[in-house]
């Protein structure tokens, strides 16, 4: 007897996990729009390693300064997890949470995954901007930042963890295989 095919299976990996792309979609426009709003010639080495994004050019976007969190504009905490200032800086942000957004998606479904991008996202980005200034003195009260670095690096906890409290499971848990979307890993 042939089993039915599963539809998640056969679906194309992005497609599968729909938050994740449509979240790496809106980083790579962002990028774009940045760059178009620079308004200046490209030059390849700031493009690519250094800064392309200007920091007028990327507070206008949403970045963060602890200057601004302290004024009020929590908004910023989260529209921060957008702005790149590179391409080096996208791309490796890209990778690492295309791959783990995957994963992450798979286990809890879309609406969580969205969930804990915001609350990756904006609570690293607010704890670090309240830091900041004590911890680096009063000149850190304008550094900008942006970026999905809190949010990967919160994913790699997230996985790490489920991976520790779930060992014999994690290897299928990983794959994001049907058996294990209904196992222990629902209670994280």
Request: net charge neutral; charged share 10%.
């Amino acid at each position: 007897m042939v089993e039915p095919a599963d539809f998640e299976s056969d679906r194309p990996a992005l497609l599968s996990a729909p938050v994740t792309s449509i979240i790496a979609l809106a980083w790579i426009l962002m990028f774009v729009l940045l760059g178009i709003a620079r308004n200046e010639p490209i030059q390849p080495r700031s493009l690519l390693y250094g800064g392309f994004v200007s920091s007028q050019v990327s507070h206008g976007f949403g970045d963060i300064t602890p200057q601004g969190l302290y004024g009020g504009q929590l908004w910023r905490t989260l529209t921060a997890t957008f702005i790149h200032f590179n391409l080096l800086h996208l791309t490796l942000n890209l990778i690492a949470f295309v791959q783990l957004g995957r994963v992450v998606e798979s286990w809890y479904g879309s609406w969580q995954f969205l969930a804990i991008y915001v609350v990756l996202g904006a609570g690293a980005n607010l704890v670090a901007n309240l830091a900041r200034p004590w911890a680096s003195g009063a000149s850190a009260f304008v550094v900008h930042s942006g970026g999905g670095s809190t949010v990967v690096l919160g994913l790699i906890g997230l996985v790490a963890v489920v991976g520790w409290r779930n060992p014999t499971e994690f290897p299928r848990a990983a794959k994001g295989t049907e058996s294990c979307k209904t196992s222990s890993l629902n209670h994280f």
